[in-house]
């Protein structure tokens, strides 16, 4: 298991990022970036009854201003929280194990987070401890455009994630219906694999 791995932010993010921490010690999450919007920063997919779905989270924001994603403010003005919370049930109300994890997720659907940061990192802690995944997160201390192990540029919504051979396919509730979909939040795995969602994570193929 190697020290550590460079991260953005993410709301519920793909398995391929959980992944990463799965084989690391330690998962530094970055703070002084500027926020991205059409990002996993703020955005995940599912898989819905009708295919793929986006979930947004809407942030406040000034037009044409930079704003690092340490200041980046959740907009509550918007019901967002209700219609991402009823897709997610939706979505995963026959998976295997969702009503063994559903009350887990379902506090972070009616409370508040000042920031998106804040947001994430306390889903992604609630996500790695179901996963059985020890690893520390912790965060930069300051910007820089080069580090080592870094994928905060390689996993977007926008770039090919990594084929995920046979070996590494898991259940999908959706998938004689749509097939195999890959790039799904990891909610998606830990959903239809439970307690098993760890040794997906490690598989050599993913």
């Not at 703020?42 to 924001?61: D, E, M």
């Not at 020890?134 to 090919?160: C, G, M, V, W």
């Not at 998938?175 to 890959?182: E, I, L, N």
Request: glycine share 2%; hydrophobic share 35%; with cysteine.
């Amino acid at each position: 298991m190697c020290d550590s791995v460079l991260l953005t932010t993410a709301y519920l993010p793909p398995l391929e990022y959980v992944a990463l921490i799965a084989k690391h010690k330690t998962a530094v999450i970055e703070k002084f970036e500027n926020y991205q919007k059409q990002s996993y920063r703020s955005r995940c997919h599912i898989l819905s009854a009708n295919g793929p779905l986006i979930l947004t989270i809407p942030v406040v924001r000034t037009e044409g201003t930079q704003i690092p994603i340490q200041d980046v403010r959740i907009d509550y003005s918007k019901d967002w929280q209700k219609q991402h919370w009823k897709a997610i049930v939706s979505a995963y109300k026959s998976s295997p194990f969702f009503d063994y994890y559903m009350d887990d997720f379902e506090p972070f659907f009616s409370q508040t987070s000042k920031t998106l940061l804040e947001f994430n990192t306390d889903l992604l802690k609630l996500v790695l401890d179901l996963c059985s995944i020890r690893a520390d997160i912790t965060f930069t201390e300051q910007f820089r455009l080069e580090a080592s192990n870094d994928y905060r540029f390689s996993i977007h919504p926008k770039r090919e994630l990594p084929d995920i051979k046979e070996k590494g396919r898991y259940y999908q509730v959706f998938a004689p219906k749509f097939g195999f979909t890959p790039g799904l939040s990891v909610i998606d795995l830990l959903f239809n694999e439970g307690p098993d969602s760890l040794s997906y994570l490690r598989c050599k193929n993913l």
